[in-house]
């Protein structure tokens, strides 16, 4: 396949397009700064701007998927979304957040009092995110949420697959490394089981 990954030079983006290599697909990776990521078999790489639709839709153009890697603070879902919309790519997944999670029926975990203050507003934005594209009536999109910890770590393969609530191991850590969530976002570019649905892994 190939898949255009939006803020390919990030902890998640860079982890997402190793994986895609890893497993033979294409990748392009749209950053705002080529120099930062390497050039290696399989990736091509391009100059992009993600709060700029207009030269962003063709850029996307032509690829089976793209992903979006980049923080909600320093984007915008309408312009990502319309990006994605003309650049007639059938599907679009995006790299979420935890904030958004359930922790108990209609309680969220940006809800809850212990929330770092320092988090609110990414996790905020990233909600909001989430419930714009539960609303989009054309695109079929996929949003990916970590866990509470998302860390650097290691590639294993093995960790849990849940919905809309909080995953928690059995002493309570809730957590994924980067390089899991990498293998279960393309898990979901080559195999569809949420399409126009959230979905969260743990271990």
Known sequence: MNVAIIG??????????????????SVTAIVRDPAKVAAVPGLTVKAGDANNGETLAPLLAGHDAVVSAVMFLMSDAETLIGAVKRAGVPRYLVVG???????????????????????KAE?????????RLKAEPELNWTFLSPSAEFVLGERTGT??????????DGAGRSWISY????????????T??????RFTVGY
């Open 8 to 25: 390919a030079a990030g902890r998640a983006g860079s982890r997402i397009q190793a994986e895609l290599l890893r497993r033979g697909h």
């Open 159 to 168: 960790f849990r697959v849940g919905s809309d609530s909080l995953l928690a």
């Open 123 to 131: 996790a905020t934005k990233g909600a909001e995110f989430l419930d």
């Open 97 to 119: 957040g935890a904030g958004s999670l359930e922790v108990a029926p209609g309680v969220r975990v940006l809800d809850l009092p212990e929330f770092p203050e320092i988090y």
């Open 179 to 190: 390089e899991d969530f990498a293998v279960a976002l393309v898990d979901e570019i080559e």
């Open 192 to 197: 569809p089981k949420h399409e126009r649905k």
